[in-house]
């Protein structure tokens, strides 16, 4: 078995539906190696059509850490993300196992690898309130109330970004600084050797699978899967476990906002324009091991190569 460098840590990264989930699993195979996800949808219970969730029999042959730990009503921040991911990587050396960090999520890793602010940690209350304010308000009202008290961050952020939105007013009241002020000084990066593989198919291809797994997805029950969401009262439409890809646009047609063609439509042009931004994301990684399509081999010799 290939031995990768001691404390080394794996970025496996690509857009959605390039085929990430199935080459870290290869590549786990030939290597002592943890799974860890680095995706904002799989943390959620009972979200698992919608967001391309491995299956459980994957999911029991190849564990991934970091999947179906919270209820899709939880707050979770990128803070909470890297506190969890640092422990699974501690856990990983302590094992002699290389850490392989899968997903499509940039915020994520970027705040793995260059660290976060240091900004006031919510509270019960703070969340209480700021989701109460964007269930009453929404977040296009809240994206204005946050061009007055910090434009810089407003401009950064887009109205539709409801977590992001009440989290930068969130961090104005309880602090009194603005995010702008505050995101300045940045601490917690990752203290080891980052490996990076993107995997980067063709934009065509990419296309073209995101429209055949979403009607894979309706006829495995996706719309079942958000119907009993709806039964839950503490869901609602801002939250951002709803605002998925495809789920926001469901929750919608189950709401009979929008009829069945133009939900099907609306999410495949979701999932296209996430495909897009974390394309555009991944173009500026200039370091690492880049492939259009998945290689297994080149993957172990870039990964062991000291």
């Known amino acids: 078995m290939p031995i990768p460098p001691i404390n080394t840590v794996l970025f496996l990264m690509g857009p959605t539906a390039s085929g990430k989930t199935d080459l870290a699993i290869e590549i786990s195979k030939h290597l002592n190696s943890r799974l860890i996800s680095v995706d904002s949808a799989l943390i959620y219970q009972n979200m698992d059509i919608g967001t391309a969730k491995p299956n459980k029999k994957t999911l029991s042959d190849h564990p991934h850490h970091l999947v179906d730990i919270c209820k899709p009503s939880d707050t979770y921040s990128a803070q909470d993300f890297v506190n969890d991911a640092t422990d699974q990587i501690k856990l990983a050396f302590a094992n002699n196992e ?42 296009a009202s809240l994206h204005k109330d946050l061009e007055t008290i910090d434009p810089i961050a407003a401009k950064r952020i887009h109205p539709n970004d409801a977590q992001r939105v009440t989290r930068a007013l969130e961090v104005f009241d309880i602090s009194g600084q603005t995010l702008t002020a505050l995101q300045g000084n940045k601490q917690g990066a990752l203290n080891c050797q980052i490996k990076k593989i993107i995997l980067m198919p063709d934009r065509a291809l990419l ?19 958000v119907k009993t969401l709806k039964k839950d009262d503490k869901l609602h439409e801002d939250l951002p476990s709803i605002r998925c890809v495809g789920y926001r646009q469901a929750w919608q047609f189950l709401n009979n906002e929008i009829d069945e063609v133009e939900m099907i439509e609306r999410s495949i042009i979701a999932t296209r324009q996430l495909c897009k931004r974390q394309s555009t994301w991944l173009k500026s990684e200039t370091q690492g091991l880049k492939l259009k399509t998945a290689n297994v081999t080149k993957c172990l010799n870039y990964i062991c190569n000291h």
């Open 207 to 225: 296309h073209q699978r995101i429209k055949a797994r979403f009607h894979l997805m309706l006829k495995q029950g996706f719309i079942d899967e």
């Open 98 to 139: 290389l850490p392989i960090l899968v997903g499509g999520t940039s915020f994520y890793f970027n705040a793995l690898e260059y660290g976060l602010s240091d900004l006031p940690e919510s509270t019960f209350a703070s969340r209480e309130k700021f989701n109460q304010l964007l269930h009453e308000k929404g977040s």
